[in-house]
């Protein structure tokens, strides 16, 4: 079945302590993209990335990470978590970086103590 | 800036009443529009896009370039339409979002 897998689905965590958010999507895809969800502000654009080894800022990328090593993967690092990161996180891709359509993945909601 | 703009945050409406969701673009050139759904607990999915110009689960939008608008419509609401709605532009930017409710 083609999707967008993320992993954890949920995240409780301290400040401070290093955490990576998984995505994975099965579709070859060259588009993918990190989104924080939340109340009132809609869906944000952290980093996305048009294709392997290329990666760029989106709207909101302070305090966090991401590599594209591999087409199908896409992580998300937040090297220094803080509470203002608390958050619902979607990964998307799609197969070209304009006009396509977005396949989203679960989401993973994380909390920062 | 190409942004997009929904200016509704919440939108409540009886079962049986017509909706519009609203959404405002600022874009220089042709823009491509998305909207996207997302139901209670799942992921956001695709609506409609403007391009492909039809309709589903009733709900039809139309692109005016000159109220740079994309509103999304449906005739006759239906509970099961509750949901948080966004407009997107095809370069993945995407609206604050309306919340809609649909009571019975």
């Known amino acids: 079945e083609a999707q967008v897998t993320q992993n954890p689905r949920y995240l409780i965590t301290v400040t401070g302590k290093k955490l990576t958010v998984t995505c994975s999507q099965n579709?070859?895809?060259?588009?993918m993209s990190w989104y924080r969800q939340d109340p009132g502000l809609g869906l944000r654009q952290i980093y996305y990335s048009m294709n392997v080894e290329v990666t760029d800022k989106g709207d909101v990328p302070e305090g966090y990470k991401v590599s594209r090593k591999e087409k199908r993967n896409f992580p998300l690092i937040l090297e220094s978590p803080s509470p203002n990161q608390t958050s619902l996180y979607f990964c998307a891709s799609s197969p070209k970086p304009h006009g396509e359509k977005l396949f989203f993945g679960s989401g993973t909601q994380l909390s920062v103590l | 800036a190409q942004r997009v703009t929904q200016p509704e945050k919440l939108l409540s409406v009886f079962k049986g009443a017509p909706v519009e969701l609203k959404c405002n673009y600022s874009?220089?050139?042709?823009?491509?529009l998305f909207w996207y759904v997302q139901y209670s607990r799942q992921r956001l999915q695709l609506l409609l896009r403007h391009i492909s110009r039809e309709s589903i689960k009733g709900f039809t939008a139309d692109l005016n370039k000159g109220e740079t608008s994309f509103h999304l419509k449906k005739p006759f609401a239906q509970e099961e339409d509750s949901a948080m709605y966004y407009c997107?532009?095809?370069?993945?930017?995407f609206g604050a979002g309306t919340r809609l409710t649909v009571k019975p």
């Open positions: 997107a532009l095809g370069d993945m930017r």
């Open positions: 874009y220089s050139g042709s823009p491509e």
């Open positions: 579709m070859n895809h060259e588009y």
